[in-house]
């Protein structure tokens, strides 16, 4: 595995990045990580810096579960040794590492910045620090290592924002006292959040945007663009005699099985009159019967992850549906000629992992799945997930297919 590590130098050593200095700091950090590239991590899936799963990696790296010092856990798959590089710092664009290129001046600044933040162990910077010499044996193999750091000289140009202006609604808030408490105005606001459509209509949990500053374009963009999940939605009764059972390994979501259809007839507890949206944009009305609500799931890990991002309203016990979570999801959908608040619910959880008023992203992880249900008891059901998908129309709860808040 020795021979792996060094070609993993080598290609490091002939890769342009934009601190060339930091080659010998962030190699040393990967010859700690991997083991000198002997983990099963790197020698399988080319990941020498233990790097987590997290949904900002699409496209650089895909999702594979890994079982680590501190348990299993979702970490990143790279296809190459270049693939991983370009990883590596894509991984350091997140935001729990904003500002690290204002501590790029040496490498021993730029470990001390995200060495805590890394790892929670006490001695890790100086394992690192102390793995220097043989990370530059590694690069000086291959040529002149470029190790000049900038003592005493500006760093090159960054975009970090030196603050963030996002405002999350709280209970009695208006656009008004929101303008006033941030020392602008309505119509500044209304300018700089074109998807309020009545201003006199904001509600608690929705983010607004207040001020734009230098930088925060990722951060600001990030509210709008979610990752559509791309899953289909069965919209037929489901189950294991027939065999139509849909299986899915999301990028996002993990390994999911749908064991139930959206809105599918039967095999659920009684529901009156309903109304929902199918994937062909039809809104129905559904007569009384022993109907699902949404669609039901399995996960594999159990690990239930958030199918888009937004703000908890709710999370607690809650009648039939056990420990249920609502979220207020970031975008709105479009419906006959109307931009709809939509919400998701996810029912009959084990553990809820969320409070209400929290910010949550896609594809965290907000529950442990469960078959919690009425009379605040564990295992009334078998272990599944209950998604209800929903946005209010006349003051009437309905219900939507969730493939359809992909073209949202």
């Known amino acids: ?214 930088g925060d374009e990722e951060i600001i963009n990030s509210l709008e663009k979610e990752h559509p999940t791309g899953i289909e939605i069965p919209e037929v009764q489901l189950s294991a005699a027939l065999g139509n059972y849909k299986i899915v390994s999301h990028n996002i979501l993990g390994h999911i099985t749908i064991t139930g259809g959206f809105m599918e007839p039967h095999g659920h507890s009684w529901k009156g009159k309903l109304k929902a949206i199918f994937s062909d944009g039809k809104l129905k009305v559904l007569e009384p019967s022993d109907r699902n609500i949404g669609i039901d799931y399995f996960v594999a890990n159990s690990q239930v992850r958030a199918w888009y991002g937004g703000t908890v309203t709710k999370a607690g016990w809650e009648g039939g549906y056990g420990l249920r979570i609502h979220v207020q999801l970031d975008f709105k959908f479009p419906y006959q000629g109307k931009h709809h608040q939509v919400y998701q619910a996810y029912a009959h959880n084990q553990e809820i992992l969320v409070g209400r008023g929290q910010v949550v992203e896609q594809g965290q992880k907000i529950a442990i799945m469960g078959g919690s249900g009425k009379n605040q008891r564990q295992g009334v059901y078998d272990p599944h997930v209950d998604l209800s998908t929903y946005i209010f129309m006349g003051n009437e709860v309905v219900q939507v297919n969730p493939q359809l808040l992909d073209s949202a």
Not at 68 to 87: M, N, P, Q, T
């Open 1 to 214: 595995m020795a021979n792996l590590f060094e070609k993993l130098a080598k290609t490091y050593f002939n890769t342009e990045i934009e601190f060339p200095h930091l080659k010998e700091i962030t190699l040393a950090q990967w010859l700690l990580e991997s083991d000198r590239g002997r983990s099963e991590l790197a020698t399988k899936h080319f990941n020498f810096g233990g790097l987590k799963w997290r949904n900002e990696m699409v496209g650089f790296a895909t999702e594979v579960e890994y079982e680590a010092h501190d348990g299993v856990d979702s970490y990143c798959r790279f296809e190459s040794l270049e693939k991983f590089i370009k990883g590596y710092w894509r991984f350091m664009e997140r935001s729990p590492y904003a500002g690290w290129r204002s501590r790029a001046e040496s490498g021993e600044t730029y470990i001390k910045f995200i060495g805590p933040i890394y790892a929670q162990d006490a001695s890790y910077i100086q394992k690192i620090l102390d793995l220097r010499g043989e990370a530059k044996k590694y690069l000086s193999k291959f040529g002149q290592v470029s190790n000049s750091e900038r003592i005493g000289q500006p760093p090159q140009a960054w975009t970090d924002p030196g603050g963030v202006g996002l405002y999350v609604v709280k209970p009695g808030d208006t656009l008004f006292s929101i303008a006033e408490m941030n020392d602008t105005t309505v119509d500044q606001l209304l300018t700089l959040n074109p998807n309020i459509e009545n201003p006199n209509q904001i509600s608690a949990g929705q983010r607004i945007i207040i001020a734009r500053v230098v």
